[in-house]
């Protein structure tokens, strides 16, 4: 299982949001192993005045938030932060002092979906990759 947040200013994010969901989800299939139709993108559109941000980064700044079942490899997880940065930057033009990224993991039982908790619904994908 796993759900991404992106929050940034309103304006520069929308214009670039369809372009970014395709590119992070081209990074999670490739490093976390999900099937091509697994999506869950959520995007929060700020206006300037209510995100504050650290010294040095423009309105393009964004936060990505993952949030997935534990059992990911460290490994695994350093490759899909690597690749958000390579591929926003290349395929979206953002600076890489404008990403900022977190991974933030749970236990499967503390998951709900499908009317079951997450270490007792069947999963069509690896977690432990």
Sequence with gaps: M??????GVQEPLRAIRNALSDVIHS????????????????FFYLEPDDFFMPEG????YIIIEILMIEG???ETKKKLINLLFERINQQIGLA???IEICILESPAYQWGFRGKTGDEAAINYKINV
Aim: net charge positive; with cysteine.
């Design 2 to 7: 796993g759900q991404v947040k992106i929050y």
């Design 96 to 98: 890489m002092a404008d």
């Design 72 to 74: 990911r490899t460290i």
């Design 27 to 42: 990074c999670v299939v490739d490093a976390l192993q999900f099937p091509p139709n697994k999506r869950e993108h959520r």
């Design 57 to 60: 980064r423009t309105e393009n």
